[in-house]
């Protein structure tokens, strides 16, 4: 917090003190600037800064507009308290250290999780919503081995890369961040709302828009400059024309962070973007390995995945060369119909694939 300054002038609203465990007094009062009109992220950052404290900027307004604010500000943190989110401000201590090189950083944001699952290193993995089978192996390729590393994955939430890359994270015991578009008692996509819950208990999800905010067109490419802030490295994955990605990507160079790209067909719609970005500046990644090595990390030598029983089995028939199901049950002796079924849960892990013709294809993951 700023100074130590005493919070009594803007203290919180008769018998609200007991919704305030989840945030601060300079917290409070930032909240309550940004509730004036045309008080946006950069003006509460100045009246901040030229006055010292939060509260003290909100103590030089007039008091009929002081009462206002607050009580806008409480009814905010009231929503944010019901939702089990806490709040942090631009003066506290534990604000993310990144967003604050942002211009524009948000004076407040309200979060749900460990605030400390936001430190570096970390890596944004972005993409299109409708993603292709390859981009999603790749999405979660990439996504394990940061996780396994140690390293941070942030993402939007959104359908498709965003998704498989917050779902990767999870399923490697890594960390997670998942910033969003909307209020933080808001869920976007509704099919995320169990991934959401669970990021917010074993990760970290970060809104900077008030509770109840739905969230409009104008919202989720803004959010995509946090993503890019609170990573050392932006990965798009497969991004069309237009793809909100490629703000995140743009944001990353504004930072002088690294942007990289996963290379991918060039008759593919959804990836014309990204190899576009690929062909202008973006360093390319052709193995997750490559997204350690633009954070100066070691890759860990390949264990392959930790599987037992005919799982197990129809694994090892693969890496010896079954390329069938046919050719997997004869070399594990169980019928076709029980290796086949064995081999699409192998699918649904991310370790292989069946190609056009039929055939089985370790992926990234499974190599």
């Given at each position: 917090m700023a100074g130590g300054v005493?919070?009594?002038?803007?203290?919180?609203?008769?018998?609200?003190?007991?919704?305030m465990h989840n945030c601060s007094p300079e917290a409070f009062a930032c909240l309550a600037l940004q509730t004036l009109p045309k008080m946006g992220d950069v003006s509460v950052r100045g009246l901040v800064e030229a006055h010292g404290s939060a509260n003290a900027a909100l103590a030089s307004l007039p008091p009929a507009v002081v009462a206002a604010a607050r009580?806008?500000?409480?009814?905010?943190?009231q929503l944010a308290t019901?939702?089990?989110?806490?709040?942090?401000?631009?003066?506290?201590?534990?604000?993310?250290?990144?967003?604050?090189e942002l211009r524009d950083a948000p004076a407040v944001l309200f979060a749900r999780g460990s605030v400390d699952i936001a430190a570096p290193p970390a890596v944004a993995i972005v993409g299109t919503r409708t993603a292709s089978g390859y981009g999603l192996r790749v999405a979660r390729s990439i996504a394990t081995a940061c996780a396994r590393a140690g390293i941070s994955v942030v993402s939007g939430l959104a359908r498709g890369i965003d998704g498989a890359a917050h779902e990767a994270a999870l399923a490697a015991g890594g960390r997670t961040v998942a910033v969003l578009g909307t209020g933080i008692d808001i869920t976007y996509p509704k099919s995320h709302r169990l991934l959401q819950e669970r990021i917010a208990?074993?990760?970290?999800?970060?809104?900077?828009?008030?509770?109840?905010?739905?969230?409009?067109?104008?919202?989720?490419?803004?959010?995509n400059r946090l993503i890019a802030a609170l990573a050392d490295v932006t990965v798009v994955v497969e991004a069309g024309e237009g793809s909100g990605a490629l703000i995140t990507a743009d944001h990353a160079v504004?930072?002088?962070?690294?942007?990289?790209?996963?290379?991918?067909?060039?008759?593919?719609a959804t990836a014309r973007g990204s190899n576009a970005l690929l062909k202008a500046h973006a360093e390319p990644i052709l193995s997750p390995d490559d997204v350690l090595r633009l954070l100066d990390m070691t890759p860990s030598p390949t264990q392959g995945p930790a599987l037992d029983g005919v799982s197990a089995r129809c694994w090892h028939a693969v890496q010896q060369g079954a390329l069938t199901p046919v050719e997997?049950?004869?070399?594990?002796?169980?019928?076709?119909?029980?290796?086949?079924?064995v081999l699409a849960l192998l699918e649904i892990d991310g370790l292989l694939v069946f190609d056009t013709s039929g055939r089985?294809?370790?992926?990234l993951l499974g190599t």
């Amino acid at each position: 917090m700023a100074g130590g300054v005493s919070c009594s002038p803007c203290a919180p609203l008769p018998n609200s003190r007991s919704r305030m465990h989840n945030c601060s007094p300079e917290a409070f009062a930032c909240l309550a600037l940004q509730t004036l009109p045309k008080m946006g992220d950069v003006s509460v950052r100045g009246l901040v800064e030229a006055h010292g404290s939060a509260n003290a900027a909100l103590a030089s307004l007039p008091p009929a507009v002081v009462a206002a604010a607050r009580q806008s500000a409480a009814s905010s943190v009231q929503l944010a308290t019901r939702t089990g989110a806490h709040i942090v401000a631009l003066p506290d201590e534990h604000y993310p250290a990144r967003l604050r090189e942002l211009r524009d950083a948000p004076a407040v944001l309200f979060a749900r999780g460990s605030v400390d699952i936001a430190a570096p290193p970390a890596v944004a993995i972005v993409g299109t919503r409708t993603a292709s089978g390859y981009g999603l192996r790749v999405a979660r390729s990439i996504a394990t081995a940061c996780a396994r590393a140690g390293i941070s994955v942030v993402s939007g939430l959104a359908r498709g890369i965003d998704g498989a890359a917050h779902e990767a994270a999870l399923a490697a015991g890594g960390r997670t961040v998942a910033v969003l578009g909307t209020g933080i008692d808001i869920t976007y996509p509704k099919s995320h709302r169990l991934l959401q819950e669970r990021i917010a208990h074993e990760g970290l999800v970060l809104s900077e828009q008030t509770p109840g905010d739905a969230g409009h067109a104008g919202t989720f490419p803004r959010r995509n400059r946090l993503i890019a802030a609170l990573a050392d490295v932006t990965v798009v994955v497969e991004a069309g024309e237009g793809s909100g990605a490629l703000i995140t990507a743009d944001h990353a160079v504004e930072l002088g962070r690294t942007v990289a790209c996963v290379p991918n067909a060039i008759d593919v719609a959804t990836a014309r973007g990204s190899n576009a970005l690929l062909k202008a500046h973006a360093e390319p990644i052709l193995s997750p390995d490559d997204v350690l090595r633009l954070l100066d990390m070691t890759p860990s030598p390949t264990q392959g995945p930790a599987l037992d029983g005919v799982s197990a089995r129809c694994w090892h028939a693969v890496q010896q060369g079954a390329l069938t199901p046919v050719e997997v049950a004869q070399h594990t002796g169980l019928s076709t119909r029980d290796a086949t079924a064995v081999l699409a849960l192998l699918e649904i892990d991310g370790l292989l694939v069946f190609d056009t013709s039929g055939r089985i294809r370790p992926t990234l993951l499974g190599t």
